[in-house]
């Protein structure tokens, strides 16, 4: 540990005010955890690490006892920054370790095993994710949107989006002050549904960010009056929450990988997306390995009421339900759009760091056995009858949380490269979620079925 450098960054939160420092670390179903800790124990919790018991921590698979039972999260002071909504108090990200060694059921380290793989290539892979959430308040009948929220089609509707500038104009400059980046705001397809954007990082960067923007929309909410929420789909009769990922590789230079070069030979059959050969590859990755990532990417029994075919109140489903890419198209799993790859299969539940290694592991596979993508499907897939998608070869993603459990647990390219340990828990935990809720009798059924038979 660099005592002189360590010294230095507690008098610069000193003289911003802080007194506690939130080291946090997220579990493996992406929610925030931690504890506050003075800021004269900052060193503290680089080394050794801030401690907590393993078992106490989802997915970890610790014992009770032993010296593999203490998780250690050993804070990254590149992350330390303060929370400019709760005044005081700064945030800095924990790396998981056991038994003095990173570990590897923590979801950041995760995430840096496939980042690594990626610099071995001189690679970084640059991802912007796109929150989409509900700002919701109770109401006599629960929570729901603000009354006067009613359009049948509220996109981009600038008389709900400005009654919630309060919220919005605290979330934008916490989030400018911590360097994010917001650029443009804007009510999405639901009532009381919005979508924040800001700029793109590094993957390690780009997860922690959206950490810290969960963190920041969470308390603001509340000090406003309100819920917010990443439920992917709260509401059955309105579209659900997306995180979609716009993707590209930059190397060592700067220079866009997935950009079609004067040296790349032409597109093969000449599709014109502007994409390099190393792009169709990674893509080819992404689609190949669609099934077993959707675990990953929607990883809740709520997450595949978004995924499902069928229309939205708006008239519109943006989700997508089947295997394939296409040039600015949204029907489909993967968008080409600017010589990037927006992939739209996450929601907002998705655990970042799991989704993001999950990304890279699928997409460096599509490259060292160059998988081709096959062709762009640029037509409304929604539109299509099933003839047609079959004869296009669109599969369907799965359907719900036990058949994407059971694709990402068959999925042995994945497992190794994120690691069985994490993969087992995951795994684990998200079969037993799904019989859970396939036992869990509904109103729906009592009131379909109770008096029929």
């Known amino acids: 540990m660099d005592t002189d450098r360590l010294e230095e960054l507690q008098t610069v939160m000193d003289a911003q005010g802080v007194r506690y420092v939130f080291a946090q670390f997220t579990d493996i179903h992406g929610a925030a955890k931690g504890k506050l800790v003075p800021l004269a124990h900052l060193g503290d919790i680089v080394v050794p690490g801030a401690g907590f018991s393993g078992p106490?921590?989802?997915?970890?698979?610790?014992?009770?006892?032993?010296?593999?039972?203490?998780?250690?999260?050993?804070?990254?002071?590149?992350?330390?920054?303060?929370?400019?909504?709760?005044?005081?108090?700064?945030?800095?990200?924990?790396?998981?370790?056991?038994?003095?060694?990173?570990?590897?059921?923590?979801?950041?380290?995760?995430?840096?095993?496939?980042?690594?793989?990626?610099?071995?290539?001189?690679?970084?892979?640059?991802?912007?994710?796109?929150?989409?959430?509900?700002?919701?308040?109770?109401?006599?009948?629960?929570?729901?949107?603000?009354?006067?929220?009613?359009?049948?089609?509220?996109?981009?509707?600038?008389?709900?989006?400005?009654?919630?500038?309060?919220?919005?104009?605290?979330?934008?400059?916490?989030?400018?002050?911590?360097?994010?980046?917001?650029?443009?705001?804007?009510?999405?397809?639901?009532?009381?549904?919005?979508?924040?954007?800001?700029?793109?990082?590094?993957?390690?960067?780009?997860?922690?960010?959206?950490?810290?923007?969960?963190?920041?929309?969470?308390?603001?909410?509340?000090?406003?009056?309100?819920?917010?929420?990443?439920?992917?789909?709260?509401?059955?009769?309105?579209?659900?929450?997306?995180?979609?990922?716009?993707?590209?590789?930059?190397?060592?230079d700067g220079k866009a990988v997935f950009a079609h070069g004067p040296a790349d030979h032409a597109e093969p059959g000449g599709r014109a997306l502007g994409l390099s050969p190393l792009a169709y590859h990674f893509l080819g990755g992404l689609l190949h390995h669609a099934p077993a990532l959707t675990a990953l990417c929607a990883p809740t029994v709520n997450s595949y009421k978004r995924l499902m075919c069928g229309q939205s109140l708006s008239g519109t489903s943006w989700a997508p339900a089947f295997i394939g890419y296409g040039d600015n198209n949204r029907t489909v799993v993967a968008r080409t759009v600017h010589q990037r790859i927006e992939w739209r299969l996450p929601d907002s539940a998705a655990n970042p760091y799991l989704a993001l290694a999950g990304v890279i592991a699928a997409g460096l596979d599509g490259i060292e056995r160059g998988l081709d993508p096959g062709d762009p499907v640029n037509q409304d897939v929604y539109e299509m009858s099933d003839a047609d998608r079959t004869a296009l070869g669109l599969r369907l993603l799965p359907q719900n949380l036990g058949e994407a459990a059971a694709a990402l647990k068959a999925d042995t390219v994945l497992s190794e490269a994120l690691g069985s340990a994490i993969v087992q828990e995951f795994v684990a935990l998200k079969s037993a979620e799904w019989i859970e809720y396939s036992q869990h009798v509904s109103a729906w059924e009592t009131t379909r079925y109770l008096n029929r038979f």
């Open 56 to 252: 106490s921590i989802w997915g970890t698979g610790l014992p009770r006892s032993g010296p593999r039972s203490e998780y250690y999260g050993r804070a990254d002071l590149t992350t330390l920054r303060p929370m400019p909504w709760l005044p005081g108090y700064a945030r800095v990200v924990l790396d998981g370790h056991v038994a003095s060694q990173p570990f590897d059921a923590c979801p950041r380290q995760v995430l840096r095993r496939q980042v690594a793989r990626l610099a071995a290539h001189g690679w970084t892979l640059n991802a912007g994710l796109e929150p989409e959430f509900f700002l919701l308040q109770q109401g006599a009948n629960g929570y729901d949107s603000e009354a006067a929220d009613t359009l049948e089609k509220p996109s981009y509707d600038p008389k709900s989006l400005l009654r919630r500038r309060s919220f919005l104009d605290k979330l934008t400059t916490s989030l400018n002050d911590c360097g994010l980046g917001v650029y443009q705001i804007d009510h999405e397809d639901a009532t009381g549904q919005f979508e924040v954007n800001y700029h793109y990082a590094d993957a390690l960067r780009a997860a922690d960010n959206f950490m810290l923007f969960k963190m920041a929309a969470h308390h603001i909410a509340e000090e406003e009056g309100m819920l917010f929420s990443m439920m992917p789909k709260p509401f059955a009769e309105r579209p659900g929450s997306g995180l979609h990922f716009h993707l590209s590789l930059a190397d060592s």
